[in-house]
């Protein structure tokens, strides 16, 4: 079974506020699924997004250097 992470807990490890988890929702950057009134995002589509957010600071970090 599938695990899912709430959209505050998505907020919370990526240290950004539930309204910028729903733009990255709306927007289509990240994938996720409408139950009752609130969406959950599925782990893997979290640790997707999480992975390029990681590899786009890591490239900033090397060309500022």
């Known amino acids: ?3 899912y992470f709430s959209t505050a807990e ?3 490890m990526l ?3 539930r309204i910028a988890v729903f ?3 709306k927007s289509g950057k990240l994938p996720a699924m409408q139950v009752g009134r ?3 995002i599925s782990k893997n ?3 997707e997004l999480h992975k390029s957010r ?3 600071e890591r490239r900033k ?3 500022s250097s």
Do not use: R, T
């Open 1 to 3: 079974m599938d695990k």
């Open 10 to 12: 998505v907020a919370q």
């Open 15 to 17: 240290g950004i506020s």
């Open 23 to 25: 733009k990255k929702i």
């Open 38 to 40: 609130g969406y959950v």
């Open 45 to 47: 589509d979290f640790l």
């Open 54 to 56: 990681l590899i786009k």
């Open 61 to 63: 970090d090397e060309s």
